[in-house]
T-cell receptor
Framework: DAGVIQSPRHEVTEMGQEVTLRCKPI?????LFWYRQTMMRGLELLIY????????DSGMPEDRFSAKMPNASFSTLKIQPSEPRDSAVYFC??????????FGPGTRLTVT | KQEVTQIPAALSVPEGENLVLNCSFT??????LQWFRQDPGKGLTSLLL?????REQTSGRLNASLDKSSGRSTLYIAASQPGDSATYLC??????????FGKGNQVVVIP
């Protein structure tokens, strides 16, 4: 398996623009997680899905953030409108049941 | 709320020395504990996973112990090498399938 795939790897955008991050989990995994990593706060869970259904979105910072999982092999995290404080590395991870999580390479987002 | 602390934040050791990295967590009701490695600008690579019922896990030069009752885990890396230079992250799975991370131990192994 190719592992968790994320795109794009780097994204630079201007404040106010819409940003869409994409993730393809490992085939057969039933959990998908979105994390954000910053120097100040470390790694934080934003939202996770089980069998394509959002289970816990309490980590989503505000209404500008939304996530979807239309099928078992694809998820998106959208920020609209983006702000400079959203600059971070966003990771997607997947797991089978509640066990070991496998992380993607991340998307480095810079909002100017 | 589960809080995970890793001390020290950064350390340097000469090549060949054993590395000892510490992790503590506030709520002992965990499902498992995972140690990850992160290289600069890269994603996370899982090193070891210890289930809550286990006391330790070993993989090659790596050994991780878990004392759930005291909320502590230790990662040992034997005979460190320059290639071990990276940030090591500890994470606990707890509550409603949430993974809480420490901020990491940044390790430099000096040749």
């Amino acid at each position: 398996d190719a592992g968790v795939i994320q795109s794009p790897r780097h994204e630079v955008t201007e404040m106010g623009q819409e940003v869409t991050l994409r993730c393809k989990p490992i085939s057969g995994h039933d959990y998908l997680f979105w994390y954000r990593q910053t120097m100040m706060r470390g790694l934080e869970l934003l939202i996770y899905f089980n069998n394509n259904v959002p289970i816990d979105d309490s980590g989503m910072p505000e209404d500008r953030f939304s996530a979807k999982m239309p099928n078992a092999s694809f998820s998106t995290l959208k920020i609209q409108p983006s702000e400079p404080r959203d600059s971070a590395v966003y990771f997607c991870a997947s797991s089978l049941l509640i066990y070991e999580q496998y992380f993607g390479p991340g998307t480095r987002l810079t909002v100017t | 709320k589960q809080e995970v602390t890793q001390i020290p934040a950064a350390l340097s050791v000469p090549e060949g020395e054993n590395l000892v990295l510490n992790c503590s967590f506030t709520d002992s009701a965990i499902y498992n504990l995972q140690w990850f490695r992160q290289d600069p600008g890269k994603g996370l690579t899982s090193l070891l996973l210890i289930q809550s019922s286990q006391r330790e896990q070993t993989s090659g030069r790596l050994n991780a112990s878990l004392d759930k009752s005291s909320g502590r885990s230790t990662l040992y890396i034997a005979a460190s090498q320059p290639g071990d230079s990276a940030t090591y992250l500890c994470a606990v799975l707890y509550g409603n399938n949430r993974l809480a991370f420490g901020k990491g131990n940044q390790v430099v192994v000096i040749p």
